[in-house]
Structure formats: C-alpha cells, structure tokens
C-alpha cells in the first residue's frame, strides 16, 4: 500500500501513481464484479470485499490509499443496497480489516520502536480471520469488522469527536518530520523484504 503522508512523498503526487493505486485498489474489484455479477446472480453468488479501517475514517500517514478505501466502501455499499433492491440472489460481504499480524507485517510493525505502545486491541490475528472470512461464506453478512474494537472506534471516533485529526496525529507521539521519517524506513524494509513490492511508495 502507498505509506507515508502525502504531502512529503513526491512520488505518491503523481497522476500515474495515483491512478495505478485506484486501478489496483478499486477499479480491478469493480471489474471483477461486471465481468461475474451475471454467473453470480444465477448461483446466488456471494462477493467477499477485502476492504480496510482506512476506509471508515481518514489516515494522514496513509492519505493515498485511504482514498482508495473509502472509494471501494462507497461502491460496494451502493451495490449492496441495489443489489436488494432489486431483490438479486446475490450478496455482498465487505470486510474492514485493521492490523493484520501477517508474518510480514510483524516484521514491518516491530521495526519501529513506537510499535510497542500499539495496544493488541488493534492487531488482528491471521487465522482468526481466515475463519471469520470462510464461516461468512455461509452466513452471508453484509459487513464485517475486524479487529472489532479498532473498526468501531475509528468510525465513532470520526463521526462523533470534534477533534478526531487532533486525537489521530497526537496519539502517535512524533512530530510530523518524524512520522515522514518512520515511513521512509518502513517503505526500504518493505521493499527489502518484497512487501507488496512496487506499491509500498
């Protein structure tokens, strides 16, 4: 995923990396969908929708790919609602992921000494959420959060405190130079370890 505040990283700025973003975060899932909603509606189909806490309330030291999440919550939530409109046999599940301790995410979270202060609250389990994803194959919901406390504290937090910027850029301790300072080593250890390699900048 882009990392790092926008502002500060040049690369990110650019109408091609903007749009390679949307296209690998947003328009490729459109186009799955057009391509099988037809074969879908005649099974009563399901769509599982890999979406993310970035996309329940803004993220400033991830601004780019946070536009692409809320971007893929705004069209798969439309779709869930013509899709019953319509009275379709098809369903969509959209899934807003938080910290997922993947073994390379570990690596990349662990780096930094401010990781420590991350409350496990916010790290999700790998497994677990590999059942959660695979039990909601058969009970269909229309979304799910996880971890469920992080999801549904980033989206009350955005709609009900007044001060909800103040809270997120305070919370972490640095200083915006330092913020920009973190992610720069995060984006060199991710492109050491081929974490989503040529999508980390």
């Known amino acids: ?25 947003v328009l490729s899932f459109i186009e799955l969908t057009r391509l099988f909603l ?17 996309g329940c309330s803004p993220y400033y030291e ?23 409109a319509k009275r379709s046999r098809v369903s969509v ?6 910290l997922i301790m993947t073994p390379n ?8 000494p401010r990781s420590e202060a991350i409350p496990d609250f916010v790290k999700g389990d790998v497994g677990e959420i ?8 058969l009970t269909r919901p229309r979304n799910v959060d996880y971890p469920i406390g992080l999801v549904k504290l980033s989206r009350a937090g955005f709609h009900f405190l007044p001060n909800y910027h103040e809270i997120m850029f305070s919370s972490t301790g640095l200083e915006y130079s330092e913020t920009v300072a973190v992610h720069q080593r995060l984006i060199e250890l991710g492109e050491k370890i081929n974490y989503q390699v040529g999508n980390l900048n």
């Open 1 to 25: 995923m882009p990392l790092g505040p926008w502002t500060s990283f040049p690369k990110q700025q650019t109408a091609e990396h903007a749009l390679r973003t949307f296209n690998i975060n």
């Open 38 to 54: 037809g074969e879908l509606e005649a099974s009563a189909g399901l769509i599982q929708v890999t979406s993310s806490v970035s």
């Open 62 to 84: 991830a601004g780019l790919y946070t536009s692409t999440k809320h971007a893929v919550n705004g069209f798969f939530y439309s779709l869930q609602q013509e899709l019953l």
């Open 93 to 98: 599940s959209i899934f807003s992921l938080g």
């Open 105 to 112: 995410m570990e690596i990349l979270l662990y780096s930094e």
């Open 130 to 137: 590999g059942d959660i994803i695979v039990s909601a194959a």
